[in-house]
């Protein structure tokens, strides 16, 4: 799952969704230095990507790229799933998602000091560019896959799964339907038990 997702399987507590968000920058037990809370949210970030790693709906998806897209294949499902979560966002939050991602960048901006000098820097580019609200567009989504093409310096051609996106729009909403309802459920079970 990308950004969008694990913010939003944090639920309501601010902390977890800090720590969910900047989980990828914070490698091995550097987690420790960080308020429980936050270490909290790290920790389920990386509950999150095992289970969906190892499901198998997602490695349906990924097996439709990996053709065309070898390893990269999984970063590009992680993006194209926040955009169904993106663009179906009502039938998961009463939030509007222009109100929902307005209030995470304030939480970011509030919470600045804490952050990891990697998301500091692409902090404002983010917030600039609304990537969060430009997952729920194909066009989003293009210019987000274009950008990550871009920081492969365009070996990965990512950029151009886009086409795979259109293509096979209806296969790729219901496995993420499916999926996402198994991985709301593990996430609550998994907060619980933090």
Do not use: C
């Amino acid at each position: 799952m990308n950004f969008l997702a694990h913010i939003y399987l944090s639920g309501d507590d601010d902390h977890l969704k800090i720590g969910n968000f900047i989980a990828d920058s914070v490698k091995g037990k550097k987690y420790e230095t960080y308020p429980k809370n936050i270490q909290k949210g790290i920790l389920l970030h990386r509950k999150i990507d095992r289970f969906t790693d190892t499901h198998f709906i997602v490695r349906e998806s990924v097996a439709r790229l990996f053709p065309k897209y070898g390893h990269y294949s999984r970063v590009i499902i992680d993006i194209i799933y926040d955009h169904f979560l993106a663009a179906d966002w009502n039938n998961y939050s009463s939030v509007p998602l222009e109100q929902y991602v307005a209030e995470f960048y304030t939480l970011l901006q509030d919470n600045y000091s804490v952050l990891p000098k990697r998301i500091q820097n692409f902090l404002p580019y983010m917030i600039a560019d609304n990537w969060l609200l430009s997952y729920a567009t194909i066009p989003g989504i293009g210019k987000i896959l274009y950008q990550m093409n871009q920081r492969t310096k365009n070996r990965s051609k990512m950029n151009l799964a886009v086409n795979e996106l259109e293509t096979y729009y209806s296969d790729f909403n219901n496995e993420f339907v499916s999926f996402f309802k198994e991985l709301q459920t593990y996430t609550q079970h998994e907060i619980k038990k933090l």
